[in-house]
């Protein structure tokens, strides 16, 4: 509960950072833009995860004002970089039912400048699960202004096909867990009818957490049109973004 005090603090006292991983565009083998991950800087602890927060945040209910910070500093840092960069946001189920979703994102873009055009968000299949259609609506608004919308960590959770078919998104991105062991053929299986089904409903399709040369090979050959890694970049400070362009394209 110690931590609970302090994660309540953390916005206020600017303990709250994003990092950015970029996304490469495969077809280009250039920067597409970044993925931004939040990170808490505790003043004892050091780095700490999002995995180990946002569900604490979810809990006590501050996820909606750390959404609000995410999506305004997002949209803050990115307005300074090159114009045909994207900048991704993350989304919880949780966010989709705050009232107050459509506005933070309207106050974020109108503070920033940003062209809506370049800001991506992710969701994950689980938003589509409840209340469904209040989460499409959401989503509509958010493609009406010109956002990009991107189905997160594809394939995991209690996943159906089903919630891909409820909305048109712009991209799948492919879950790391089938990226990692490529060798598997039930993971190789799963990620060509993963870029097959992409295909057919004719959004992009991004394999995450790639590591290895091999691994961005294989699946260029297999044809995602988007891809991302510590084979490319760990997640950095936004000071760092210029020079992770530099060194990828
Ligand atoms: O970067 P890392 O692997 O530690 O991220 C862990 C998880 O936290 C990922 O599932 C990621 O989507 C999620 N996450 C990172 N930043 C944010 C954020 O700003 N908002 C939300 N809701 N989730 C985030
Ligand atoms: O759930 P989501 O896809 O938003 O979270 C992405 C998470 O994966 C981030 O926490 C990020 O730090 C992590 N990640 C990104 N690339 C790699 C990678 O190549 N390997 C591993 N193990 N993790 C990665
Ligand atoms: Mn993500
Ligand atoms: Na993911």
Known sequence: REMEFDLRQAVRNGELVLHYQPLVDAGRCAVSGFEALMRWEHPTRGFLSPSVFIPL??????????????????????????????????????????????????????????????????????????????????????????????????????????????????????????????????????????????????MNVLAEGIETREQMDILINEGCTDMQGYFFAKPRPATDIAGVVAEID
Not at 122 to 144: F, K, N, Q, W, Y
């Open 57 to 202: 945040a979810e809990e006590i209910g501050i996820i909606e004002e750390m959404g609000a910070w995410t999506l305004q500093t997002a949209c803050r840092e990115a307005a300074s970089w090159s114009s045909d960069l994207s900048v991704s946001v993350n989304m919880s189920p949780i966010q989709f039912g705050s009232a107050t979703l459509l506005q933070d994102l309207d106050r974020a873009l109108a503070e920033s400048g940003l062209d809506p055009k370049r800001l991506q968000i992710e969701v994950t299949e689980s938003v589509l699960m409840h209340e469904g259609d209040r989460t499409i609506g959401m989503l509509r608004a958010m493609r009406e202004r010109g956002l990009t919308l991107s189905m997160d960590d594809f394939g995991t959770g209690y996943s159906s096909l089903g919630y891909i078919s409820r909305f048109p998104f712009d991209k799948i991105k492919i879950d790391q867990s089938f990226v990692r062991d490529l060798r598997r053929p039930e993971n190789i299986a799963i990620v060509r009818s993963i870029i097959s089904l992409s295909r057919a409903l004719n």
